[in-house]
């Protein structure tokens, strides 16, 4: 069973969702893999309950991305379940995901998990959605699916997309109804209150 934290929605699951289903997995003799590559953003949202030693003993494997907080390339494989791991190594060897200098990829993880960085990270990456997210709410709009961390998917009114998708790297996510484009908004760990601010402005014209 493969999920993300955070979930392509941006939403977060909550540490008894993902009991329930590690539980089931250990029912029917399944796996449960958790796709990390966001879970900065995932362990640092507002609603989060999970922690570390959660998804250690939740999952049979997950991992903890490093390229959506600033790495460049690299994640950090946790195997829980020992008895899966035979021969990972050499898998990944065969498909060419090792690299001839691999401490380049693990010196990047650890500066990350030292000094609380890596949730530093996390944190601002959501505080600065929710500043977009308060600026949405004040025009009125409607979210596809509920704001929880650094993804926002917006119902937006056809006119009012045309233009923020005219100017700014947004995903269109095509007509939710007659009236309105999903757009999905994505803030980072390098994003920064001038460029919010700078939005705000424009955003506010194009409302006018």
């Given amino acids: 069973v493969y999920i993300s934290n955070t979930t392509e929605l941006g939403t977060v699951y909550t540490k008894q969702e993902l009991k329930k289903l590690y539980q089931f997995c250990q029912k029917n003799h399944l796996y449960l893999y958790l796709d990390g590559a966001r879970l900065a953003m995932a362990l640092t949202a507002k609603d989060n309950d999970i922690t570390f030693p959660d998804l250690a003993k939740y999952t049979d494997v997950f991992y903890i991305g490093g390229t959506k907080v600033g790495a460049f390339a690299g994640e950090a494989v946790i195997f829980n379940n020992l008895s899966i791991n035979q021969d990972f190594r050499f898998s990944m060897k065969q498909k060419g995901a090792i690299l001839a200098k691999s401490w380049i990829i693990a010196i990047q993880i650890k500066a990350l998990m030292q000094n609380n960085l890596y949730f530093e990270l996390g944190k601002h990456s959501n505080e600065m959605a929710d500043k977009l997210k308060t600026l949405f709410e004040k025009a009125g709009l409607t979210f596809i699916a509920k704001p929880q961390s650094n993804q926002l998917f917006v119902n937006c009114p056809i006119q009012l997309a045309e233009k923020i998708l005219a100017h700014y ?40």
């Fill in 169 to 208: 790297a947004v995903d269109n996510l095509g007509q939710t109804d007659a009236k309105h484009i999903g757009l999905r908004f994505c803030t980072s760990w390098s994003t920064q209150d001038e460029e919010i601010e700078l939005f705000a402005e424009q955003f506010q014209k194009w409302l006018a």
